[in-house]
Nanobody
Framework: QVQLVESGGGLVQAGGSLRLSCVSS????????MGWYRQAPGKQRELVAT???????NYADPLKGRFTIRRDNARNTVDLQMNSLKPEDTAVYYC?????????WGQGTQVTVSS
């Protein structure tokens, strides 16, 4: 059974930082493309960043330079370091694992940035 469990969300002031983590089980983690997505209230879920099995990264353009995605295949985890947070970064952040057209999602972790 595939499980993706996010952690690290919370309340932070604008300008602060948070580090999200996603630990996976039930998948061959090293072969998966891992990603972070977010969904703000009333908006569609959107890409934050992805990292492939060969460590190629991709970021949503507005987030480049503030967010960093990393993976640790030994620990089956993917992290998202978020710096210089803004109120508009407030959303539920989801972890996703993808391979050969199969997608697996975590339950999400809430990030709230106060002004």
């Amino acid at each position: 059974q595939v499980q993706l469990v996010e952690s690290g969300g919370g309340l932070v002031q604008a300008g602060g930082s948070l580090r999200l983590s996603c630990v996976s089980s039930g998948i061959t983690f090293s072969s998966m493309t891992m990603g972070w997505y977010r969904q703000a209230p009333g908006k569609q879920r959107e890409l934050v960043a992805t990292i492939s099995s060969i460590y190629t990264t991709n970021y949503a353009d507005p987030l480049k330079g503030r967010f960093t995605i990393r993976r640790d295949n030994a620990r089956n985890t993917v992290d998202l370091q978020m710096n210089s947070l803004k109120p508009e970064d407030t959303a539920v952040y989801y972890c996703k694992a993808t391979r050969l057209g199969a997608d697996y999602w975590g339950q999400g972790t809430q990030v709230t940035v106060s002004s």
